[in-house]
């Protein structure tokens, strides 16, 4: 049974850092979790960062770029640190898992599992 978890969110105020991790288990043979997506209420869902498996490649949606940065520890684990945290990026934010081959792209239909996602509340 795949499971993928997301972790670290919470509130936290305007300016400050906040580290996201993701667990996945269960995986079929070639999948990884390579990308963070996020929704913010009342609006669509949005990639905001990718890593390939070997962490060579980061790619991240330019609204997001020099405040986020993506890590991994393997095919399994998944970070997301976000620095200077604007009230903009109160949503959820999701992990998901792709068998596209060392794959760090945004688009969201070549993701085929997902982690139920975790809460970053921005205050100002």
């Known amino acids: 049974q795949v499971q993928i978890v997301e972790s670290g969110g919470g509130s936290v105020q305007a300016g400050g850092s906040v580290r996201l991790s993701c667990a996945a288990s269960?995986?079929?043979?070639?999948?990884?979790?390579s990308a963070w997506f996020r929704q913010a209420p009342g609006k669509q869902r949005e990639g905001v960062a990718g890593i390939n498996l070997s962490s060579t490649i980061t790619y991240y949606n330019p609204s997001v770029r020099g405040r986020f940065t993506i890590s991994r520890d393997s095919a399994e684990k998944l970070y997301l640190r976000i620095d200077d945290v604007k009230p903009d990026d109160t949503a959820m934010y999701y992990c998901a898992a792709s068998n596209i081959f060392d794959h760090y792209g945004l688009t969201a239909s070549n993701y085929d599992y997902w982690g139920q996602g975790v809460q970053v509340l921005v205050s100002s």
């Open positions: 269960g995986l079929p043979r070639g999948y990884e979790v």
